[in-house]
């Protein structure tokens, strides 16, 4: 589907033309919410000029607020012509794009064996995590590639499930574990073109997402147990670090969870 009108306000005395490598131009996936708007939100106090896709338009308007840093662009990353059209207009408003975090995702129905998954419902969420991801990096690469200075980063969001599953999870860890494999060869691929990639694991952080992980969820050993969440504003503040680095230095993985998770020794 075409995408609706962005919307978007004057950029103001904090704009750059990202030569230092701190503050520049964001692009944001999944912004609507969670990770993603505290990202934006970590990123509009910083400075940054932040461009916010996702899919639905009214939630996007309600992380951006009145900041006139911030342009909401509606966008299906599953959709290369939506893709396309997200970065040309991020572009064609800021002038450049820095930095695209790479966040949108879907979990898809949980607790499904494997054997009773919809085919469907598995391309969902191949579509959404790895193709979506794959789409954005890629016109990320083009635009970073071209633009006079050259260069910017990509962080993408990985999740504790790049290194270890949950129960009945096979499409989003598949999803997550291939991730990883993206990660790594963008980074590859950039260095010729001061394109940094870099990859955050996050576990558990506070979100309508994690939300049943205060009420129990099953464990590998088939009990349902609570686990402990953190505060998403850390998450924002570790992406903000990684983001705000020069480009001569890179955060290659970072692993950020709640402290008391049960990650290390998970199954």
């Given at each position: 589907m075409a995408n609706p009108p962005v919307r978007c306000g004057p950029m103001n005395a904090k704009e750059t033309d990202g030569r230092d490598g701190r503050t520049g131009v964001a692009v944001v996936t999944g912004a609507g919410s969670g990770i993603g708007r505290a990202v934006t939100r970590e990123l509009l106090r910083g400075g940054w000029a932040v461009a916010l896709a996702g899919r639905r338009a009214q939630a996007l308007e309600e992380t951006a607020g009145d900041d006139g840093q911030a342009l909401v662009i509606p966008t299906d990353v599953s959709q290369p012509a939506e893709v396309e059209a997200l970065f040309a207009a991020t572009a064609g408003r800021f002038g450049r794009v820095d930095l695209l975090f790479n966040n949108a995702g879907t979990s898809g129905p949980g607790g499904v064996p494997v054997e009773e998954l919809?085919?469907?419902?598995?391309?969902?969420v191949v579509d959404t995590n790895l193709n979506g991801a794959f789409l954005c990096a890629q016109a990320a690469y083009r635009q970073m590639k071209g633009q006079t200075p050259q260069g910017g980063r990509i962080i993408n969001n990985?999740?504790?499930?790049?290194h270890v599953p949950r129960p009945r999870s096979v499409a989003y860890t598949a999803t997550k574990h291939a991730l990883t494999g993206l990660t790594k060869s963008l980074a590859l691929d950039g260095r010729p073109y001061r394109i940094a990639v870099g990859q955050i694991d996050i576990g558990n952080a506070a979100t309508e997402m994690t939300e049943r992980m205060r009420r129990g969820v099953p464990q590998a050993n088939g009990e349902?147990?609570?686990e402990p969440v953190m505060d998403v504003a850390d998450v924002a503040r570790t992406v903000r670090h990684m983001a705000e680095l020069p480009l001569e230095a890179n955060v290659q993985?970072?692993?950020v969870l709640a402290t008391g998770m049960p990650y290390v020794g998970r199954g």
């Open positions: 919809p085919y469907e419902a598995w391309r969902h990985g999740s504790v499930s790049a349902i147990a609570p993985f970072a692993t």
